[in-house]
């Protein structure tokens, strides 16, 4: 199993990115796709959802409005498009997938990515 991120890097304030997470190795709609961020010094928090099988979606209230979670489930492969990026957005990124109760347990997900660094520069 292997989920593996990208297209994070460095922005200016309001910028834009978009990050990918490409799974493989399992049934990918079989699974939930959440993204989760830590910051430095800071606990790891999860940021947005994605139900594979039914595109159900979640997104913690910091993020709502400016974040888009998507999937493409011919690529295995889930999106996160961050518009009007903010310097407090600044983290590294985790992919994550499981079959969690609760979408922000992060302890609740089976396999995870080796994270994408995202930086916001004021």
């Known amino acids: 199993v292997q989920l593996v991120e990208s297209g994070g890097g460095l922005v200016q304030a309001g910028g834009s990115l978009r990050l990918s997470c490409a799974g493989s190795?399992?049934?990918?709609?079989?699974?939930?796709i959440s993204w989760f961020r830590q910051a430095p010094g800071k606990e790891r928090e999860g940021v947005s959802y994605?139900?594979?099988?039914?595109?159900?979606?979640y997104y913690t209230d910091s993020v709502r409005g400016r974040f888009t979670i998507s999937s493409d489930n011919a690529k295995n492969t889930v999106y996160l498009q961050m518009n009007s990026l903010k310097p407090e957005d600044t983290a590294v990124y985790f992919c994550?997938?499981?079959?969690?109760?609760?979408?922000?347990?992060?302890?609740?997900?089976?396999?995870w990515g080796q994270g994408t660094q995202v930086t916001v520069s004021s």
């Open positions: 994550a997938a499981g079959r969690p109760r609760h979408w922000y347990w992060d302890y609740a997900y089976d396999w």
């Open positions: 190795g399992f049934t990918f709609d079989d699974y939930d």
């Open positions: 994605i139900s594979v099988s039914d595109g159900t979606t």
